[in-house]
């Protein structure tokens, strides 16, 4: 069974500091991993990884993939008051009779302090 | 484009009645996603259609069905429903080509 596990379960920071997200995996068959952000609503999309080592960048977020270690990281660089929120990663199996699905971590809760 | 649409926004039921959860989707995706997240557990699969003709169980399927009535429309049906069932549901598309997978504004069950 495909498998996603994130950590920190929640983390309180202050504006300005950087936090570092991960989560590790266990999928069958490795097709991708995307990161969302969650705020009260459904889930936005942040990030897709597929390749190892290399990093994907938005602004203060970023993130990598290490397929051989089987986890990935999201960093956030000078935190703000709006990236308050819930932090999912999710893996999607490519292969046989699990193709197509598409499994969610437990999420972290990043609490970002005045 | 209305993107993934969800229908109702809101539901409270009695242990014991049944009702069916609709979701459709303006994309052409070729994929749909049933999820159900409760506090602390982030979201967990309950089904998934990888195309139009099939539906496979998730994580949490027990005391759910789903139908796949087309390309754009994947529903959830509650035969019995129980407390445990009180949730937030959200559905979801992805085009397999683009992997990104896009959400409906979720459904807020109660059962009482």
């Known amino acids: 069974e495909d498998k996603v596990v994130q950590s920190p379960l929640s983390l309180v920071v202050h504006e300005g500091d950087t936090v570092t997200l991960n989560c590790s995996y266990e999928?069958?068959?490795?097709?991708?991993l995307l990161w969302y952000k969650q705020e009260k609503k459904a889930p936005t999309f942040l990030f897709m990884l597929t390749s190892s080592g290399i990093e994907k960048k938005s602004g203060r977020l970023s993130s990598i993939l290490d397929k051989k270690e089987l986890f990935s990281i999201l960093n956030i660089t000078a935190t703000q008051t709006g990236d308050s929120a819930v932090y999912l990663c999710a893996v999607l199996n490519a292969g046989g009779t699990s193709y197509g699905k598409l499994t969610f971590g437990q999420g972290t809760i990043l609490t970002v302090h005045p | 484009n209305a993107g993934v649409t969800q229908t109702p926004k809101f539901q409270v039921l009695k242990t014991g009645q049944s009702m069916t959860l609709q979701c459709a989707q303006d994309m052409n995706h070729n994929s749909m996603y049933w999820y159900r997240q409760d506090p602390g557990m982030g979201l967990r699969l309950i089904y998934y259609s990888a195309s139009e003709g099939t539906t496979d169980k998730g994580e949490v399927p027990n005391g759910y069905n789903v139908s796949r009535l087309n390309k754009r429309e994947f529903s959830l049906r509650l035969e019995s429903a129980a407390p445990s069932q009180t949730s937030v549901y959200f559905c979801?598309?992805?085009?397999?080509?683009?992997?990104?997978?896009?959400f409906g504004p979720g459904t807020r069950l109660t059962v009482l």
């Open positions: 999928v069958t068959n490795f097709r991708s």
């Open positions: 979801a598309s992805r085009n397999a080509d683009y992997n990104e997978q896009f």
